[in-house]
């Protein structure tokens, strides 16, 4: 039996997602100074080297991935177009052929956007789309990431061409027309193969349709001090196991099976395949012993599968009752291939009752969605809620329409007081006291049936050897992606779990590597 304090995640300040308030924070900061607990002050970074290095770096990237060609800079009237001054200049220094447009009049100019501008010295046309004739690359320093209106006028006619000519484009920042804290697109954006963004990501940057618009997402140190993000408070983090490795449960030397947990899976009667995938997932990463609950008729397809299952006949309601009053079953999992019908609200609320780990997946969803007050009125121990979107819109149909997928886990983890693991190709896991993490690193691969119902028997698994529902959920999701990632194309939810072996092992013998990932492409 696991005893002891659950294991959490340990923030990491390399793994930070910034909103754009927290950004302009961060950046305030480095301008005015940090004072420390000792109350020495350090010296400001003034903001004219802030945008000096943002544009070096942006420079630099470009330089890196694409040979020396015409490129069109266009910049915006604030410190985004600023930086593309910047930008100019060095490549016109490296010895490319730079034309500079400009949105707006040059008397709009001020700050160090304007000091920028003067110290480029070059001409600056007005930006319209004839200037992207004959320039096959072009750097869209137009907005930052303080956009929140829809792009009109001339910018939407730039934008518009840029995509329409597929030219390939490079955002300072982010791309124009992208709200950076959610990944909207503002009525149009550019597609870029390049984005080059500053200090840390953005959530836009990772959560999609901002993913796909940024393309390669590259993140340049542009001189603000890490400890901006103590005095900051960052409560979100991109998904990578420097967050939740020191939570994992090593295998000791001493271990027996009972050690490790123990997890039920409760199997439907016909969708018998989802159970035994969860069951999988959760032996796979570690737990000691897994038992699969069905009715008699089920439980003999469920003996002739899988020998290292255990397998419990739920012949009556007080047999689910006793099921769960066994205190060695630590983590139930209800919900994969379970049916709609009054059976899975039974053993949802009965799991529910112990006060010990549940995932509730899939259909178990549906079924909360009938009697929510009921439900999260119930939640007491660790539980983790796995919704699809359209699961979720059920679950929480006043959620389902913001914008922002960071917001409408947070929100919805805060009504219901459990983990909520918010799944696609950006899935986003937020917990009842406002942590959150979002995964970019699960490849398209994964859109198969059942690969959601190994995530949940992984997650199921982690809980069951000691972690919290946000480390456990955190843990399987990039997992359940790295072990697509290593299997490649072709992928079937049968292929996830026998990668994780090597996954595992990889986590264990080689700690760095796996870390802080490198920019997300």
């Not at 983790?384 to 979720?392: I, N, R, S, V, Y």
Request: proline share 5%; with cysteine.
């Amino acid at each position: 039996m696991v005893t002891g304090a659950l294991r959490d995640i340990v923030a990491d300040d390399d793994l930070a997602i910034l909103s754009c308030a927290e950004m302009r924070v961060a950046e305030a900061l480095a301008i005015e100074g940090l004072v420390d607990e000792h109350g020495r002050v350090a010296p400001g970074v003034p903001g004219a080297e802030l945008m000096e290095t943002a544009g070096a770096a942006v420079a630099g990237a470009v330089a890196e991935r694409y040979m020396p060609q015409p490129v069109v800079i266009l910049c915006g009237p604030g410190n985004n177009g600023g930086d593309g001054f910047v930008v100019a200049r060095h490549l016109e220094a490296a010895g490319w052929t730079v034309r500079v447009g400009l949105l707006g009049e040059f008397e709009r100019l001020a700050g160090d956007a304007l000091n920028a501008a003067q110290l480029w010295g070059g001409a600056i046309e007005p930006a319209t789309p004839e200037l992207l004739d004959d320039h096959p690359l072009v750097i869209d320093a137009l907005f930052g990431i303080g956009l929140k209106r829809p792009l009109e006028g001339m910018a939407r006619e730039l934008v518009s061409a840029i995509n329409a000519r597929d030219l390939a484009c490079v955002a300072v920042d982010v791309p124009s027309g992208l709200d950076a804290d959610t990944g909207v697109v503002l009525g149009a954006a550019p597609r870029c193969e390049l984005t080059v963004t500053f200090f840390r990501p953005k959530t836009g940057h990772l959560s999609l349709a901002g993913r796909a618009f940024c393309g390669e997402l590259r993140v340049a140190e542009i001189g603000v001090p890490r400890g901006v993000l103590s005095q900051i408070g960052v409560r979100q983090w991109r998904n990578g196991p420097a967050l939740w490795r020191q939570a994992l449960r090593r295998p000791a030397l001493d271990d027996h099976k009972y050690r490790r947990g123990h997890v039920v899976v409760f199997g439907g009667d016909s969708m018998t395949g989802a159970a035994r995938l969860s069951a999988l997932g959760a032996r796979r990463v570690g737990a000691g012993l897994v038992s699969i609950a069905a009715v008699p008729r089920a439980a003999t397809i469920y003996r002739l599968a899988e020998p290292g299952n255990l397998v419990v006949d739920l012949i009556d309601a007080s047999a689910v009752t006793e099921l769960a009053g066994d205190i060695r079953k630590n983590v139930f999992v209800v919900g994969p291939g379970a049916g709609t019908g009054e059976q899975t609200a039974v053993r949802l609320m009965a799991a529910l009752a112990t006060g010990r780990g549940v995932v509730v997946d899939a259909d178990a969803i549906t079924v909360a969605a009938e009697m929510t007050d009921r439900v999260f009125a119930a939640i007491r121990g660790e539980t983790l809620l796995t919704p699809h979107e359209g699961e979720f819109a059920r679950l929480f149909p006043d959620l389902a329409a913001l914008p922002g997928k960071l917001d409408r886990a947070r929100q919805a983890a805060r009504r219901c007081g459990a983990t909520v693991l918010l799944k696609g190709p950006d899935t986003t896991i937020a917990a009842p006291d406002g942590r959150a993490i979002v995964s970019d690193n699960a490849p398209a691969t994964l859109a198969t049936a059942g690969s959601g119902d190994v995530l949940a028997g992984m997650a199921g698994g982690l809980m069951a050897q000691g972690m919290t529902a946000l480390a456990a959920a955190a843990a399987a999701c990039w997992m359940h992606g790295e072990a697509a990632r290593r299997f490649g194309y072709g992928l079937i939810a049968e292929d996830i779990a026998p990668q994780l072996p090597a996954v595992l092992d990889a986590l264990w013998r080689d700690a760095q590597s796996f870390d802080h990932q490198p920019d997300a492409g």
